[in-house]
């Protein structure tokens, strides 16, 4: 007979609730036995334990024909399963359950009778469910080939008897087991989970996650090496799913980890459950009964070997913040000491306690529940100091979430804390407060309940635990917005493979269409699917859909219209903690206050708008600007070409090309504005210098900058795009004779901006835009195709001015500064 260390197996009441989760059992215990020597320990089938607490209390309330029939229901359900494994024996394995259930129906008469269900008669009922279930494994699993033996844990565990939530005695529960572990070699036994009895032998129950507790038990009595918790998931996750659509299953942890973790309440783990296991040195895993090949967590000793990397993020919700604080400390006062040991004998769970350095004051996390009662103890306790205003009146913050980052070794790390408040911080997560583990493997703070699913994303995302998902929506789908479509379809999966960063498109509109899907749209075709959509007789408000988009990863509204007024959206998106990237200059060429308002209104919800785009495309002109201004230099001069359009015609001309139709390529190839008016009456120009002037910090306007078209006026302004292009025609000779003019005087015409700082106060133009003829061999002249540049002359850049240079306008370029922008947000939010 082999001698190999046992394994135990323990399975949960889903894992055993139907027949097919039942055969898929059978099957794994059957495989495993064969490797050698394993103990199995079972829960209740399905919802047996809430039908048997229903039993129960129908019973209490005198219903016995109620109660009776929820028995009858247990049992059907157990004999279905039992049939469906072993139709040979339907009928003996009926009869099984039926006699084995008979003593439940005596005990419920007799508590419909007395009307009264204490403690051990409530334990009694429960123990029916892992009782049938234990029984019935044991006998499936025997017809089955695999030869197995029910054992009743309640002659191996002994408890204390208090009912409900049973004290276990170590020593003697270990004594047990090892005089009935030889016997278990040849037959793999079968216990129940959860239920123990008291050294007199009455049934007691261990509470919640009992099971896992038992099989923790039964495998520190009989020296097993490892405990498989087998369940409906993959494995402890990064974090909740349900919070974190990405979160993924962790493969390994230390057993630290798993005690920290479940000591801030991760559902699959309990601090009874880890204990045995850690003094004994027996490896647990959760592995899926749905997928036995997936390897799960491992949770053992040793643990992952980068201890640095924090692996995850518990949550515990619905809970309250309590604060104290004394108005005047003594040294007899002792409030930290007072308060904790208030709830303590209040029987109320204190999740966090968090106090002042000098001990002022005190904030504790409570249960939701808990809280009146919390209260109250705290009142009583501090009662003549409140009454005689020694101590400020409670204050109470709820709902609240506990929020824990656990990682083995964590301290070691290079600032956690600083990434994690930073992360939470970036995205207008207010701290309510916060502590840091003892044991350095963990960090809790404490977030408004409705602030949950952000700060979960957001420290998810900010530990790179996994793909950061980013949320578009974006507005528009003419030449920028439909490449930008067209990139994010073509870089996706590398994004999500090399960078980890997951972009999904959920929305997408136009002036008069919007298609939203909290769960992605499909790339393929999505333009000509929004073409479908009936357009509204006017544009739509989008803000019922910024209240979705808020909600989900890394929110962000990408503005590719040239719509004006679009800065009411803006503000919208901001207040809602959505960033916006634009391409879009109008909303930064608002009057001054209205733009400074609309950047205040950004930074005071800590989100953040880019828009390197609107200033000659996707040249990095603003970032190059920022960092010159950041750094302590000081602009001088910033001569540039800002408009790609105008630019082009310029070559166009200068090649001999009429203006009219110079003009229509340009709008062809996507370098014009929708309106190409605004590129030639310089319009565009002037919004890009002042954007420019304005990163300088110069409050100047519009109405400040010095402009001359670049084509005079259009006399009908109303008319539409095509009437005015069709009008070009008339002045096609008045340019050909003016390129010749330059020509002929060895220059190239160009459509230049000026921005001259020194001009400030003099009542002199500090901006000027206008069309200039530019030698050979000058800055600009040997400009191509829609190339833009821009010359910033510096203190520390004087002699040699740096220059920015590059196309600068089409769909493409532009779309891949937005896309840029994008990911600078993620990255900022990866803290990276
Ligand atoms: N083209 C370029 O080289 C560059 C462009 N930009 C800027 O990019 C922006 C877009 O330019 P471009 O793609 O060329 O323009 P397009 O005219 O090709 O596309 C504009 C899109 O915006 C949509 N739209 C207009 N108003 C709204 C609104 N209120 N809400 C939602 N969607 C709306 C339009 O929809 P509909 O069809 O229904 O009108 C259209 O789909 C402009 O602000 C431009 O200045 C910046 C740098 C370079
Ligand atoms: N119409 C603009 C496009 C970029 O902003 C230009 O011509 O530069």
Known sequence: MSSAPFQVMKFGGSSVGSPRRLRQVIELIGTHAKQGPLAVVVSAMGDTTDWLLEAAGLATQGDLEGALSVVARIAHLAKTNAAALDPARATALAARVDSLLAPLRQLLQGISLTRECSAPSRDRVLSFGELVSATLLAELLTASGTEATFRDARQLLVTDDRFGAARVDGALTRERLQAAVAGWRASVPVLPGFIAATPDGRTTTLGRNGSDYTAALVAQGIGATEVTVWTDVLGLHTADPDLVSDAYPVAHLTHGEGLELAAVGVRMLHPRTMIPLIEAGISLRIRNTMHPDHPGTLIDAIGSRDGQRPTCIATREELALLGIEVRKLSDQFQLGERV?????????????????????????????????????????????????????????????????????????????????????????????????????????????????????????????????????????????????????????????????????????????????????????????????????????????????????????????????????????????????????????????????????????????????????????VIDTLANLVRTGDTVRLITASLSGSVGFICNELTAGVPLSVAVRTARERGFTEPDPREDLSGTDVARKALILARELGLPLSLSDVALEPFVPEDPRPGASVDTFL?????????????????????????????????????GSPVIRVGPAPVEAGQPGADLRGSESFVSFTTTRHSDFPLVVRGAGAGGAVTASGVLADILRISQALRGR
């Open 726 to 762: 069709h009008g070009l025609k008339a002045l096609d000779a008045a340019f050909a004779d003016r390129v010749a003019r330059c020509r002929s005087a060895g220059t190239v015409l160009r459509y230049l901006a000026r921005i001259d700082p020194s001009k400030v106060g003099t």
């Open 340 to 620: 904790l040991a208030a709830l303590r004998e209040a029987s109320v769970t204190v999740w966090l306690s968090t106090q002042s350095a000098n001990g002022q004051s005190i904030a504790v996390v409570v249960p939701r529940p808990d809280l009146l009662r919390a209260r109250g103890a705290l009142e009583s306790e501090l009662a003549q100091e409140l009454a005689r205003h020694e101590v400020e009146p409670l204050a109470l913050r709820e709902p609240v979430t506990l929020l824990t980052l656990v990682a083995e070794a964590m301290g070691q790390g290079a600032n956690v804390a600083g990434r994690f408040f930073g992360a939470l911080g970036a995205v207008g997560v207010n701290v309510r407060a916060s502590a840091q583990g003892a044991s350095s493997r963990s960090i809790s703070c404490v977030v408004d309940a409705a602030d949950t699913a952000i700060a979960v994303r957001t420290t998810h995302a900010a530990f790179n635990l996994a793909h950061q998902q980013v949320s578009l929506f974006l507005l528009g789908r003419g030449t920028v917005g439909g490449q930008l479509l067209a990139q994010v379809r073509a870089q996706q999966a590398l994004l999500q493979d090399k960078h980890g960063i997951a972009l999904r498109v959920v929305g997408l509109a136009d002036s008069r269409r919007a298609l939203f899907d909290a769960a992605g749209l499909p790339l393929e075709g999505l333009e000509e699917r929004l073409a479908r959509v009936e357009p509204g007789p006017e544009p739509r408000t989008l803000v019922p859909l910024l209240d979705e988009l808020r909600r989900l990863p890394v929110p962000i509204l990408v503005d590719c219209t040239a719509a004006s007024g679009i800065e009411a959206l803006y503000t919208e998106a901001f207040r809602r903690g959505i960033h916006v990237v634009g391409a879009n200059k109008k909303p930064l060429a608002l009057p001054w206050d209205d733009r400074e308002a609309l950047l205040a209104e950004a930074r005071r919800h800590h989100v953040a708008y880019h828009y390197e785009t609107t200033v000659a495309s996707s040249l990095p």
